[in-house]
């Protein structure tokens, strides 16, 4: 099976810069996606690496450690948009792309 | 394209009711996803699938049942709702595939979200 570790809630200001951390155990490990999702709405894709390093999106970029089994998301220039809540998610080597889903970081942004 | 569309939006059913909620996507995509979300939690998968008639368990499956008859369209049905079935449901789909160059292909890793239905089971 899997599992996933991160924060549930991470506060910050405007202009700040916020990482969020995702730890993982996986029995069959392909890639690990984060996705956004503001309250009352459905979960939108942001990146994905599938090999170890950074990806780099405008202000957010993602970064992988296959070793260490760890990613983390990095927001910059944070905007009050940005509070919504952030979700890892591994996708794993057997058929149909399926994703297990982290418990989610929720990111509240103050001016 | 409308991408990924659900209905019902909202549902109140009572304990031992059965429904059937709908997911459609025009967007030719060939796998399909059932999850459902708890408050403050993140997705579990139910039931998915890879193409039209095909169906597979996912991580929560008891309680319910799927059907892939069409390829756009994905249904998720409850045959004697719960209050512990009470949670958001939403569905998502994927192409699966991306073709790259000389006739390759690698598997596609972004899933497209419908708006989600607000199931409450009394």
């Known amino acids: 099976g899997q599992s996933l570790e991160q924060p549930s809630e991470v506060t910050a200001v405007e202009g700040a810069i916020v990482q969020i951390n995702c730890t993982y155990q996986t029995s069959g490990f392909y890639g690990l996606s984060w996705y956004q999702q503001h309250d009352g709405g459905a979960p939108t894709f942001l990146s994905y690496n599938g090999l170890d390093g950074l990806e780099e999106t405008g202000r957010f970029s993602s970064f992988l450690s296959r070793s260490d089994s760890y990613g983390y998301l990095l927001l910059q220039e944070l905007q009050m948009k940005d509070s919504a809540s952030y979700f890892c998610?591994?996708?794993?080597?057997?058929?149909?792309?399926?994703?297990?889903f982290g418990g989610g970081t929720r990111v509240l942004v103050k001016p | 394209n409308a991408g990924v569309t659900q209905t019902p939006k909202f549902r109140v059913l009572k304990t031992g009711q059965s429904m059937t909620l709908l997911c459609a996507q025009d967007?030719?995509?060939?796998?399909m996803y059932w999850y459902r979300q708890d408050p403050g939690m993140g997705l579990r998968l139910i039931h998915y699938?890879?193409?039209?008639?095909?169906?597979a368990k996912g991580e929560v499956p008891d309680g319910y049942n799927v059907s892939r008859l069409k390829k756009q369209n994905f249904l998720l049905g409850l045959e004697s709702a719960a209050p512990s079935q009470t949670s958001v449901y939403f569905c998502a789909s994927t192409p699966g595939w991306e073709g790259i160059g000389r006739g390759g292909r690698k598997s596609y890793n972004e899933q497209f979200f419908g708006p989600g239905t607000r199931l409450t089971v009394l």
């Open positions: 699938s890879v193409g039209e008639g095909t169906t």
């Open positions: 967007m030719n995509h060939e796998y």
């Open positions: 998610a591994v996708r794993d080597r057997a058929a149909g792309n399926k994703l297990t």
